[in-house]
């Protein structure tokens, strides 16, 4: 059986939502959303929240979250990388509790909307032996938004397609007839712990799977509009 680590990264800082991740959403702080989801998955060995915010490591503890430090400042700023947040959070893990993760689920507080079953899933994607070395959240782009109608407009107003510079008369007209393409949602990602020290900064191998959501469960709070989007979709 392989070790599976779940975290929430939440920082303090938040410029365009002041607090966001304690401010409260629907009933609750947002942060408690991600906490409950990943508690109701009930499929990790370790479930932890790193935070450079007493406040929001008291709340953390409050619902029932393994806190184990406060993440150095130099870790929580505007232009930290997800990257760095998690090695120093398995190497700390690895020095203090003997504890050596495979695989890692990492959840961002700023999307609500994922499910317990999605969680399950990606575990179970996990547990299969996979031919893969991490896995990402994403949902289906709508066909007007492809890449494929893209167009960029000349000095004369004259429209092509961005890249190729295709005219209207070869694009694919019906939104229905464009190959499928999808973006990530920010709902959820994992990968091997190896892929840390691999030397190449990054979470990600040479293999990534797209774990396909409905878009309905896709939100990224990172703006007030984001946020008013987010509670309409919970709602609907």
């Given at each position: 059986?392989?070790?599976?680590?779940g975290?929430?990264t939440?920082?303090?800082g938040?410029?365009?939502?002041?607090?966001?991740?304690?401010?409260?959403?629907?009933?609750?702080?947002?942060?408690?959303w991600t906490i409950?989801?990943?508690?109701?998955?009930n499929?990790f060995d370790?479930?932890?929240?790193?935070?450079?915010?007493?406040?929001?490591?008291?709340?953390?503890?409050?619902?029932?979250?393994?806190?184990p430090f406060?993440?150095?400042a130099?870790?929580?700023?505007?232009?930290?990388?997800?990257y760095?947040?998690?090695?120093?959070?398995?190497?700390?893990?690895q020095?203090n509790?003997?504890?050596r993760?495979?695989?890692?689920?990492l959840l961002?507080p700023?999307?609500?909307?994922r499910?317990p079953?999605?969680?399950?899933?990606v575990?179970?994607?996990?547990?299969k032996?996979?031919n893969?070395?991490?896995?990402?959240?994403?949902?289906?782009?709508?066909g007007?938004?492809?890449?494929?109608?893209?167009?960029?407009?000349?000095?004369?107003?004259?429209i092509?397609?961005?890249n190729?510079?295709a005219?209207?008369k070869?694009?694919?007209?019906?939104?229905?007839?464009?190959?499928?393409?999808?973006?990530?949602n920010?709902?959820i990602?994992?990968?091997?712990?190896?892929?840390?020290?691999?030397?190449?900064?990054?979470l990600w191998?040479?293999k990534t799977?797209?774990?396909?959501m409905?878009?309905?469960?896709?939100?990224?709070?990172?703006?007030?509009?984001?946020?008013?989007?987010?509670?309409?979709?919970?709602?609907?």
């Amino acid at each position: 059986m392989r070790k599976l680590l779940g975290i929430i990264t939440a920082r303090g800082g938040s410029k365009r939502v002041p607090r966001k991740n304690l401010k409260n959403f629907l009933g609750k702080p947002l942060l408690v959303w991600t906490i409950e989801v990943g508690q109701k998955g009930n499929v990790f060995d370790k479930f932890i929240l790193t935070t450079d915010d007493e406040e929001i490591a008291e709340t953390g503890m409050k619902y029932k979250m393994e806190v184990p430090f406060i993440r150095p400042a130099e870790l929580a700023q505007d232009t930290s990388s997800s990257y760095d947040t998690i090695k120093h959070t398995v190497k700390w893990l690895q020095g203090n509790q003997n504890y050596r993760p495979d695989w890692i689920v990492l959840l961002e507080p700023s999307s609500p909307g994922r499910q317990p079953f999605h969680i399950k899933e990606v575990v179970e994607l996990i547990k299969k032996d996979p031919n893969f070395d991490s896995i990402i959240g994403v949902s289906e782009i709508p066909g007007h938004f492809s890449h494929l109608k893209q167009q960029q407009r000349d000095n004369d107003g004259i429209i092509t397609r961005v890249n190729d510079g295709a005219t209207m008369k070869s694009l694919i007209l019906r939104n229905q007839d464009v190959p499928k393409s999808f973006y990530i949602n920010s709902a959820i990602y994992a990968f091997k712990t190896s892929n840390l020290f691999d030397g190449g900064r990054s979470l990600w191998g040479n293999k990534t799977y797209g774990y396909v959501m409905d878009n309905k469960y896709s939100m990224d709070i990172d703006t007030p509009e984001d946020w008013l989007i987010a509670e309409i979709k919970i709602h609907s």
